[in-house]
Nanobody, 116 residues
Framework: QVQLVESGGGLVQAGGSLRLSCAASRNIFSINRMAWYRQAPGKERERELVASITSDLSTNYADSVKGRFTISRANGKNTVYLQMNNLKPEDTAVYYC????????WGQGTQVIVSS
């Protein structure tokens, strides 16, 4: 099993920055893909892929965050990060960490609110 704990969310003004962290309960060296998803208010059935990173450090981003968000991973700390710059009100959502290790695992989510 893998337990994931997100942190770093909060309230920020538009144009500001936040860094989200996701700490895994096991060594992530063997976990190929790690990702961040988000669920916006009123869209409980839609969980959008924000960014993903593989073990060879290949990254993928949603068009809406390209150039503003950066995903990275620190295998030695069993942690994946999401640096979010130039935040917009439409980035307001609960952000979830996701890994696949024999099955999908999700964190509990961390709230990000961007005020205009």
């Amino acid at each position: 099993q893998v337990q994931l704990v997100e942190s770093g969310g909060g309230l920020v003004q538009a144009g500001g920055s936040l860094r989200l962290s996701c700490a895994a309960s096991r060594n992530i060296f063997s976990i190929n893909r790690m990702a961040w998803y988000r669920q916006a208010p009123g869209k409980e059935r839609e969980r959008e892929l924000v960014a993903s990173i593989t073990s060879d450090l290949s990254t993928n981003y949603a068009d809406s965050v390209k150039g503003r968000f950066t995903i990275s991973r620190a295998n030695g700390k069993n942690t994946v990060y999401l640096q979010m710059n130039n935040l917009k009100p439409e980035d307001t959502a609960v952000y979830y960490c996701n890994v696949y290790f024999l099955q999908d695992y999700w964190g509990q989510g961390t709230q990000v609110i961007v005020s205009s």
